[in-house]
């Protein structure tokens, strides 16, 4: 064990920030589930968040401030209802990010008990209605009604603005082919495959070329996507930096240093925050709540859900996405219909 933790002998509980101090230091040394300097950052805006609630009488919900070792249930379940905050403005806490305060407060005042400093633990004396829904290990997906205006909100109409047009390409064919969020930032011009449609050369598939022998497939271009793409091939020359820039999805990024990214490439934050605001907008409109995960793989889940709910077959699907067999699907099983489920978990059950 640390020296910090093994001279830290308190008769009397010490400040919220020594306490927190002392706590990582004991569980940075733990033989089990030791805390890495990467989570501390998050651990301390957690904890700051809850000492903030404490210090202004929950949310001056109280006359005066409540000592972290005078907390009750109470306090514990106000703070999840009301007092997290989201690291980014104008950002609704999802169930998953109340269940991971919930949690951290529940392991700091274990270790609070353990010293003495406090009588019970606030956070296990929650009623199980009060607890946050426990985060699925499972796949996350989109539920019917916010897909549904996702899809609208895609195939309306754009105005004209070469970024708009790209982010709808984009974004179209994430949600109609399953694709991953590398495959769909390393697209290129040359992923982008013609045929001939009554006299007029137009987009038909596209080659993806991963890693792995199954990641390189054709895909072929639904009506939508061809639409999408179209329009955005004819504005992208003013997003490009450069005519020699080769991304499909471009920005209007300047060249890298050697060994980075390609010119133009799409980074991952970009993207993760173009498929969060089309998210985010689309539980607004169908008024409902925020999905479990705000990402691109929400979005290719939720297409392969629907694929096998359809009646196409989980080998097929696994072709369609890429994967090395249907293995790779076993993650969505709870979402998929009985009769569909069961041949997805025999699979599983039988290459095992």
Known sequence: ???????????????????????LDYG????????GLKGEPSYRYFWSTWTKYLKTGRNAELPAPIEWHAVTS???????????????????VSDITRRRYWRLLE??????????????????????????????PLGAIVTPKVWAALNSILL???????????????????TAMALTPMEVRTLTLNSVLYAMDEGTER???????????????????????VAALEDWLASRPRVASKPEVESLFCTNRAASRPGGKPAGQMTSVTLLLL???????????????????????ILRNTRLVMWLNEGVPASQVAVWAGLKNVKGLYHLREHLNPEIRITVKNVRDDED
């Open 156 to 174: 309306a109409p754009v105005d004209g603005d070469p970024i708009s047009a790209r982010n709808r390409a984009l974004l179209i064919c994430l």
């Open 107 to 136: 392991r700091i005042y274990d270790f609070a008990l353990q010293q003495g400093w406090v009588s019970s633990n606030p956070a296990k004396a929650l009623e199980r209605m009060d607890t946050p829904p426990s985060e699925d």
């Open 203 to 225: 987009p038909h598939q596209l080659q993806l070329d991963g890693p792995g022998k199954n990641q390189r497939r054709r895909v072929v271009l639904p009506t939508e996507a």
């Open 74 to 92: 109470e306090d514990v379940v106000g703070f999840l209802t009301s007092g997290p905050e989201s690291r980014k403005e104008d950002t609704q």
């Open 275 to 297: 498929v969060r605001d089309l998210l985010v907008a689309a539980a607004k409109t169908a008024g409902q709540p925020l999905p479990a995960r705000l990402g691109p793989q």
């Open 1 to 23: 064990m640390s020296e910090l933790f093994q001279e830290s002998i308190f008769k009397e509980p010490p400040s919220a920030e020594v306490l927190l101090d002392l706590w």
């Open 28 to 35: 940075s040394s733990a033989d089990r589930d030791p805390i």
